[in-house]
């Protein structure tokens, strides 16, 4: 017999009994300290003790204890990923907006890259850019579709792009704080042999303490020369970083300053869903990435660290070579694989021909948040401070091992 005591106007009764708790099944076992709480229907009449019986089935209360099985339909897509960062307090709700806006960007270019011979955006568009490199048609809109999008976030304040002379002041009612450099489409020139292309961004928040060689006779006028010297920040100032790989996947590489993380485009719903966490590159590797049509132009330290690559040695294995032309392309294949990543100064690119504010720092961002290295050969990328906008600088990017072996190369 189970004796069962009214302990408060609610419908829940304490009972004790001589019956272990542990006899009892799991749905019955309704543990509170060392009694058992027993539910009855409302329509009880308390106003008498009652005798319940051993047939008397408890109403669990208690936690469930077994963990839930996650759904194999359960995704969790980029807007969902920032938005839980938002929460945690990691990132706020201007900069979720500005990622949003650089997804949206990429998912259009994505469309235009995979359309690029069928719309007849191949080619050259019949413009130099800054740089002194001839544009492709792609160049041009994919710079479009990047600033538009930026621009409409009315969270951007600066944005500089590599395709641009200067950056560009948003307009003052569409303007918010943010500075956003990008290079809208790397790689560009494999568009008409649809090899993988990328789009690469840093982003910063302003900094009034930054200042740009900006020359006397400059023709700037007040508002672009303000816009200079906002962007010229060195990356370790990165707010956020990353990059879309347009190839056989579409996939966005992101860090917020918390590990690197890894998004696919899934067709089926148009959106981007996270693939991989907390990405780490491989401490060491066996795979090099450099022009090595440009051999005859590099120092003799360099060659000589090439050829000691190629010597067996005692393995009998020498590290294998792989050069796509894409920034984006052939650093995704170092971060996942291991190895190095070089474009090296030469007699004919005496800074080498990457851009520091587009590509150089923001990879080495996402390089060091996933465990590896950036440099310029002696210098750590993130601690360079620019002094102009289209600064050129060599780049050794990857496992922390192989660039160090190649900084006492070129020591």
């Known amino acids: 017999m189970v004796a069962a005591t009214l302990t408060s106007p609610s419908s829940q009764l304490l009972c004790s009994s001589s019956r272990s708790i542990s006899q009892l099944s799991p749905l019955q076992q309704c543990l509170f300290g060392s009694k058992a709480i027993v539910s009855f229907p409302s329509n009880v009449n308390y106003s008498k003790k009652r005798h319940v019986g051993d047939g008397v089935k408890c109403m669990a209360v208690a936690a469930e204890t077994e963990p839930k099985k996650k759904s194999g339909y359960q995704i ?19 900069l979720t907006i500005v990622l949003s806006s650089i997804s949206l960007a990429c998912k259009q270019i994505a469309s235009l890259v995979q359309r690029a011979s069928v719309s007849n955006l191949t080619g050259i568009q019949g413009a130099v850019n800054i740089q002194g490199e001839d544009q492709k048609k792609l160049d041009v809109v994919s710079n479009e579709v990047f600033s538009n999008c930026l621009r409409s976030s009315g969270r951007t304040g600066i944005i500089a792009s590599e395709e641009e002379d200067v950056p560009v002041a948003v307009e003052e009612s569409y303007s918010g704080n943010y500075i956003v450099v990008f290079d809208p489409l790397d790689g560009s020139s494999n568009i008409d042999a649809a090899v993988s292309t990328g789009s690469i961004f840093g982003i910063y928040s ?25 962007v010229c920040q060195p990356g370790s100032n990165l707010l956020a970083a990353g990059y879309c790989m347009y190839s056989s996947s579409v996939i966005f590489v992101l860090t917020i300053g918390k590990g690197v993380f890894a998004f696919a485009l899934d067709p089926m719903y148009g959106e981007f869903v996270l693939t991989q966490e907390n990405i780490q590159i491989p401490k060491a590797g066996k795979i090099y990435s450099f022009n090595e049509g440009n051999y005859q132009l590099w120092d003799d330290k360099l060659k000589k660290y090439i050829d000691d690559l190629k010597d067996p040695g005692p393995s009998g294995k020498p590290y294998s070579a792989r050069y796509i032309g894409s920034l984006v392309g052939d650093f995704h294949r170092t971060l996942l694989y291991g190895g190095i990543y070089g474009y090296p100064r030469d007699k004919k690119s005496k800074n080498g021909k990457l851009r520091l504010l587009y590509e150089c720092a923001p990879m080495s961002f996402v390089v060091e948040q996933a465990g590896g290295k950036g440099s310029d050969g002696g210098a750590r990328v993130l601690d360079i401070q620019p002094t102009e906008i289209h600064q050129r600088i060599p780049l050794y990017i990857g496992s922390v091992e192989e660039v160090e072996k190649l900084e006492k190369y070129l020591a």
């Open 206 to 230: 302003p900094n009034d303490e930054c200042f740009a060689s900006i020359e006397e006779d400059s023709t700037l006028d007040s508002a672009e020369q303000k816009c200079v010297v906002s």
């Open 76 to 94: 969790q897509t980029l807007t969902n990923w920032l938005l839980k960062q938002e929460q945690e307090g990691v990132i706020d709700a201007e």
